[in-house]
């Protein structure tokens, strides 16, 4: 059976800031896969800490050709949002980045996946730089119900994880040692809300 080819585009989110390759949420979700049989070739992870929906757009403009894949995923904007950038602007910066998400998964929106932005504002790291938690859970709502209804439009698939990264958020486990990125443990939470759904699309789709 031919490996499917996996991009994952995000920020350090998706590139596992703080932690080994091993624990990305991307690659734990194709371990997850390949255990139920669902082969996928090495992940090819474009992301990079701190990149800003702008910034994700400019890379894979760098990165060009990025070539055809058999599956996409996209969680970003929390740059956008710690940064203070208005959400007028991340509403259609968003949904640039999906279509290409799209047309890099050979125009076949099912091949893609969104997981929402995780709530920081849990987080030792939101603690010490006195930053409101419930201004920050507020305006990350605000940004992933943009995302969530900009999926829906084009019938790709939405994880929310959000909830889960509020749920013990701040627990010493559940986070690297810059206090803020989550640990390779958080992230096989996430993996195990998105592991139907991938499956769903790779079987399906």
Do not use: K
């Not at 991009?7 to 350090?12: F, N, R």
């Not at 090495?42 to 058999?70: K, N, S, Y």
């Amino acid at each position: 059976m031919t490996a499917l080819r996996y991009l994952a585009l995000g920020d350090s989110y998706s590139i596992g800031e703080g932690i080994a390759d091993a624990g990305r949420w991307p690659v734990q979700l194709a371990q997850r896969l390949h255990a139920e049989g669902i082969t996928l070739a090495p992940v090819r992870i474009l992301a990079q800490t701190g990149w800003t929906t702008g910034e994700l757009a400019a890379a894979m403009d760098a990165a060009e050709p990025l070539g055809d894949w058999d599956f996409v995923s996209l969680l970003i904007g929390v740059n956008d949002q710690y940064r203070g950038l208005p959400l007028a602007g991340y509403a259609p910066a968003f949904d640039a980045l999906l279509r290409r998400a799209i047309a890099l998964a050979g125009h076949r929106a099912g091949r893609v996946l969104v997981l929402s932005i995780p709530d920081w504002g849990v987080t030792p790291f939101a603690r010490s730089e006195l930053r409101s938690p419930r201004r920050i859970a507020a305006e990350l709502d605000a940004y992933n119900a943009t995302a969530a209804t900009c999926c829906d439009r084009l019938g790709v698939a939405f994880v929310d994880i959000t909830g889960i990264s509020r749920d013990c958020g701040d627990a010493a486990d559940m986070l690297a040692s810059d206090g803020l990125h989550p640990s390779a443990a958080q992230y096989a939470r996430w993996v195990e809300a998105a592991l139907p759904v991938a499956r769903r699309l790779l079987i399906e789709a």
